[in-house]
């Protein structure tokens, strides 16, 4: 190898999954070390929330919004609604955003309903980026 060739991670993770799809060598070593993240990854909540420091998903998509106007405008959070847990004693919240006259829809639903909106904004995030992009390189290009 010289000194020109980019190391590679010391192990194969091409083993099939979908989840690798689009995904450099590099982006799946990051994400394996907790560098970095899928764009839905729920582990941004947990162990991986150090990357969330800077921007949240909600806060992405404002930028977006703000960066590129012509379809920043069409973004719409188009429905948000609570209903009760099947025990009864809890509240869970649904959140829908999307990109009006798209079939570009991020959902959600959870007990907290902060996170909830996050993960539906996730979810859209990863609907409007292509396969390979990682939660750091959005961050950087937003």
């Known amino acids: 190898m010289t000194s020109e060739e980019p190391s590679k991670p010391p192990f194969d993770m091409t083993f ?3 989840f ?3 995904y450099t060598d590099e982006d799946l070593f990051a994400i394996q070390q907790g560098t970095d993240a899928e764009i839905d990854d729920l582990e941004l909540f947990a162990s991986k929330k150090h990357l969330m420091a800077s921007s949240t998903p909600q806060s992405l998509l404002n930028q977006l919004s703000a960066k590129w106007p012509q379809v920043g405008h069409l973004i ?3 429905q948000a609604w609570e209903t009760k847990a099947p025990d ?3 509240s869970l919240w649904h959140f829908k955003i999307g990109i009006e006259g798209t079939q570009l829809i991020g ?3 959870d007990f907290n309903k902060t996170r909830a909106k996050h993960i539906c904004a996730m979810k859209l995030l990863k609907k409007i980026f292509c396969d ?3 939660w750091n390189r959005v961050v950087e290009l937003l």
Do not use: C, E, N, V
Request: charged fraction near 15%; charge should be positive.
């Open 20 to 22: 690798h799809q689009g």
């Open 132 to 134: 390979g992009f990682t």
């Open 16 to 18: 099939g999954s979908s």
């Open 88 to 90: 009864g004693k809890r």
């Open 76 to 78: 719409k959070p188009l």
């Open 107 to 109: 959902y959600a639903s």
